[in-house]
């Protein structure tokens, strides 16, 4: 995104790349969670983890916190990406470096995981009240 965003417009900015991420970021985990439990519906392995004697609520947190555990390292390596890639084209430039702003910060971390982790939580419930995979 930084290369295009330098090549055809001339811009070097952050605020592009930070709302792509947090627009793209919930995709991952929420599929992830989605074919988890779809896979062990499909597959009718489900029933054999529920015979175990763990909770449902404990397998319902188990199985939402590993999706939002990857969104927190999703996060922080494409974050780390954008920046190198946008300070790259600075240096090419012979511009200041660029950082993120304050506010370019809230909506990544806060913003974008609070929305990754309720996107893998309904996608859960919904994925675990399905009748069908």
């Known amino acids: 995104l930084q290369l295009t965003m330098w090549l055809m417009y001339g811009l070097n900015d952050l605020s592009y790349s930070v709302l792509l991420l947090i627009l793209i970021m919930p995709r991952i985990p929420t599929n992830l969670i989605a074919y988890s439990i779809g896979g062990e519906k499909a597959y009718n392995t489900g029933e054999t983890i529920l015979s175990t004697p763990v909770s449902v609520s404990a397998l319902f947190w188990g199985k939402a916190i590993v999706p939002c555990f990857i969104s927190i390292v999703m996060l922080l390596v494409s974050a780390a990406l954008h920046l190198i890639a946008a ?12 950082f993120y702003t304050p506010s370019q910060l809230v909506l990544l971390i806060g913003v974008g995981l609070a929305t990754s982790f309720n996107m893998v939580l309904v996608s859960t419930i919904l994925s675990l009240k399905a009748k069908t995979p």
Do not use: A, C, D
């Not at 300070?87 to 660029?98: W, Y």
């Open 87 to 98: 300070n790259l084209f600075s240096v090419i430039e012979g511009t200041q470096l660029l």
